[in-house]
């Protein structure tokens, strides 16, 4: 039987880097600002023949960012991974999506529109073992999902040749960070609240499942197990 693995620790982390995230967001959106205030003493028809200050500054930091972004969606990654398998080993094993397929839909093209959704969903209908009136932040959290990435395909996209130009990109990618970090909010309400449910469904934060969860780190044989569980029955009467 595969062994469960603390999602606690995992957890917290997560929400670390999210915070480092949004935080260097924030430095983002400081440059943006201080590039619109720059652009503003320019012609909107004038090219601008070497880099402007602000230029220079966005680029560090969206060097920052990249660095930060792709080490934050190893962690968020790890995590659902995770916290799918422990809930498929605690659970009766039934859940529509495997660990690895609910990381894998998010680089299929198209089907990440959908898919990590769906996955997503099945890791908390799992943990909370119902459809709760907090259910509302999943749907929210895919939608800036998806306005996000939107966002960032216009910003892909654009061509900047005239200060004209480098304005209204400054303007795309200053809404596009809001968006990000209105995102990183509710990523960790999500995860939070789904890591709560776990720890209070599956975790014995009431005393309700510690027995199980003793018995189920043997993982000699399947006897083993049971003779452990029987044995827990045993304690309580």
Same mark, same amino acid.
């Given at each position: 039987?595969?062994?469960?693995?603390?999602?606690?620790?995992?957890?917290?982390? =997560?929400?670390?880097?999210?915070?480092?995230?949004?935080?260097?967001?924030?430095?983002?959106?400081?440059?943006?600002?201080?590039?619109?205030?720059?652009?503003? #003493?320019?012609?909107?028809?004038?090219?601008?023949?070497?880099?402007?200050?602000?230029?220079?500054?966005?680029?560090?930091?969206?060097?920052?960012?990249l660095v930060v972004?792709?080490?934050?969606?190893?962690?968020?990654?790890?995590?659902?991974?995770?916290?799918?398998?422990?809930?498929?080993?605690? #659970?009766?094993?039934?859940?529509?999506?495997?660990?690895?397929?609910? =990381?894998?839909?998010?680089?299929?093209?198209?089907?990440?529109?959908?898919?990590?959704?769906?996955?997503?969903?099945?890791?908390?209908?799992?943990?909370?073992?119902?459809?709760n009136a907090d259910?509302?932040?999943?749907?929210?959290?895919?939608?800036?999902?998806?306005?996000?990435?939107?966002?960032?395909?216009?910003?892909?996209?654009?061509?900047?040749?005239?200060?004209?130009?480098?304005?209204?990109?400054?303007?795309?990618?200053?809404?596009?960070?809001?968006?990000?970090?209105?995102?990183?909010?509710?990523?960790?309400?999500?995860?939070?609240?789904?890591?709560?449910?776990?720890?209070?469904?599956?975790?014995?934060?009431?005393?309700?499942?510690?027995?199980?969860?003793?018995?189920?780190?043997?993982?000699?044989?399947?006897?083993?197990?049971?003779?452990?569980?029987?044995?827990?029955?045993?304690?309580?009467?």
């Amino acid at each position: 039987m595969s062994e469960i693995k603390p999602l606690s620790g995992l957890t917290k982390s =997560v929400i670390i880097m999210l915070c480092i995230y949004m935080f260097v967001l924030a430095c983002n959106l400081l440059t943006n600002i201080y590039e619109l205030i720059e652009y503003a #003493g320019y012609d909107a028809e004038a090219v601008p023949e070497e880099f402007l200050i602000s230029q220079v500054l966005s680029g560090l930091v969206a060097i920052a960012f990249l660095v930060v972004y792709l080490i934050t969606a190893v962690f968020f990654l790890k995590w659902v991974y995770r916290a799918n398998k422990n809930l498929q080993i605690l #659970g009766d094993g039934r859940m529509e999506f495997s660990a690895s397929a609910a =990381v894998v839909w998010y680089f299929v093209p198209i089907a990440c529109l959908f898919k990590p959704y769906q996955a997503m969903r099945d890791i908390w209908k799992k943990a909370h073992k119902t459809w709760n009136a907090d259910s509302r932040l999943l749907p929210g959290w895919w939608a800036l999902w998806i306005v996000a990435m939107i966002f960032g395909q216009i910003i892909a996209r654009q061509n900047s040749v005239t200060i004209g130009d480098y304005r209204l990109t400054a303007i795309t990618t200053l809404v596009s960070h809001l968006i990000n970090i209105a995102l990183g909010f509710t990523a960790i309400a999500l995860i939070s609240n789904i890591s709560r449910a776990y720890e209070v469904n599956y975790c014995g934060a009431e005393g309700a499942e510690t027995d199980l969860l003793e018995a189920l780190k043997v993982t000699s044989r399947p006897s083993d197990v049971l003779e452990n569980l029987h044995g827990a029955n045993n304690k309580r009467d």
